[in-house]
């Protein structure tokens, strides 16, 4: 009989130190999905900005201009930089960053002339139109 309760302890040590496993699993997995979350959202406010910016600059379409806008840091886990921004045929502008292996992308339309001509440099987002 004393055998049996030191085996009976051990079966529930084991199920207990399994329940804490998983728990700590599930916590760092749930902050993990948090943080991405919160960078995802941080990135789709540079884009939106990126986009608003480009096409509100377009109400001086006749004229030569230069307009600069300073991108806004993010934040994903111990980095904070500001996020690569890209340009695509299709009138879209994605602000990504990329953190131990991970890359996150988040995307925004805008409208733009021809003769429009865009760039980015240290975090600047730089509109030009030359006529």
């Known amino acids: ?11 529930a ?3 207990a130190l399994m329940i804490i496993g998983s728990f700590t699993i599930f916590l760092n997995n749930f902050k993990e999905n948090q943080e991405a979350s919160l960078t995802e959202m941080q990135l789709k ?15 001086m ?15 994903y886990g111990s980095l904070y930089d500001y996020p690569t921004i890209r340009f695509d045929d299709q009138n879209f502008v994605y602000a990504s960053i990329r953190y131990n292996g991970n890359t996150l992308e988040e995307g925004a339309s805008f409208s733009k002339n021809k003769g429009t001509t865009l760039s980015t440099d240290n975090g600047i987002l730089v509109v030009k139109n030359v006529n």
Request: net charge neutral.
């Open 45 to 59: 406010e540079v884009a939106s900005n990126a986009a608003t910016f480009i096409t509100s600059s377009q109400a």
């Open 1 to 11: 009989m004393k055998g049996q309760l030191s085996i009976d302890l051990l079966i």
């Open 13 to 15: 040590c084991i199920i």
């Open 61 to 75: 379409w006749d004229t030569n201009f230069k307009a600069e806008l300073r991108l806004t840091k993010v934040t």
